[in-house]
């Protein structure tokens, strides 16, 4: 059997109907979708995305990539994106597995591995595609293979993490881990700026007041903040807040006015006008679209 087919095996096994499905394993989750998707709008957090059979499409400000079982994606901040899965049929669903990237496991393999790169300082994009490596497809085909046998899963399954964190180290993909793991790299520096606009999002701020947060100049800021996230500041700020009003009237039911106000709009119509430019349409009509088609963001 090809070692794909045995990902893919291995997912449909554990992931048998639609959506999201969490595992055993702390930070591993499985993704079956089965049709084609609507662009959905979410906050991607650092992760690894394996896919084993369909393809996605992912926005991010102005960079679009494509990943299917050729290739993998990582994630190293947390990311307002654009996703869709773009190829899947109820035949052969797409299916992907999705691996958290934590900053302290990381940091604690850089220690022992040592070889941290003068890059490793520098900004770069946070969303990137990679082809795949068999020894990386091999390590991930063995930590899923442990969800049939859960008495090994205390044992082996941080043994399998740290593996796959080790062979993202040997990747192209080596300086966006070490990014994550180095306390004052540019990366770490926009990610303080992005923890502060997420507790800050209903409230205007001055770009200097960030800056002083990320400990760099405004100009750094900017400039890096757009190397990272590929969108301004003031940007990332309106996702958070028209994807939460979003959340609102959905989960909680609010008017668009309410929805609005509660994450710092103080003008219904400008909050609309944002809202139909982002997602499409106006409040009421996506709303009522997304409940209709029962939609969800996967990774």
């Known amino acids: 059997m090809d070692r794909m087919d045995e990902l893919i095996e291995l997912i449909a096994q554990f992931a048998n109907v639609d959506g999201i499905q969490a595992t055993p394993i702390q930070g591993m989750s499985l993704v079956r979708i089965s049709h084609p998707s609507e662009p959905m709008h ?5 992760a690894l995305c394996i896919v084993a059979q369909g393809r996605k499409r992912v926005i991010a400000g102005d960079r679009v990539l494509n990943y299917d079982a050729t290739n993998f994606l990582v994630v190293s901040v947390d990311t307002p994106v654009i996703g869709q899965v773009v190829e899947a049929t109820p035949e052969a669903p797409y299916l992907c597995m999705k691996l958290e990237l934590d900053a302290a496991e990381i940091s604690a393999l850089l220690i ?62 080596a300086t966006k881990l ?39 100049s405004a100009s750094a800021l900017h400039l890096h903040f757009k190397a990272v996230t590929a969108m301004s500041p003031l940007q990332y700020q309106k996702q958070l807040r028209l994807q939460e009003a979003r959340r609102l009237m959905l989960a909680e ?22 809202y139909a430019r982002t997602f499409g349409a106006p409040p009421l009509r996506d709303v009522a679209r997304l409940k209709a088609g029962d939609l969800q963001s996967a990774g």
């Open 42 to 46: 979410a906050v991607h957090h650092p």
């Open 112 to 173: 022992e591995v040592g070889g941290v790169t003068a890059a490793a300082a520098e900004a770069e994009p946070s969303v990137a595609v990679s082809p795949i490596l068999p020894e990386l497809l091999d390590a991930a085909i063995r930590l899923v293979r442990l969800l049939e046998r859960p008495e090994d899963l205390a044992v082996l399954g941080p043994m399998l993490k740290r593996e796959i964190l080790y062979r993202l180290l040997r990747s192209d993909q």
């Open 178 to 216: 070490q990014q994550i793991a180095l306390a004052e790299s540019r990366l770490q520096q926009v990610n303080r700026a992005i923890g502060w606009i997420k507790l800050n999002y209903r409230d205007a701020f001055a770009i200097e007041t960030l800056a002083a947060e990320a400990r760099m």
């Open 253 to 274: 039911a609010l008017d668009a006015a309410t929805a609005g106000h509660r994450v710092g709009y103080d003008s219904p119509s400008q909050f609309s006008r944002e």
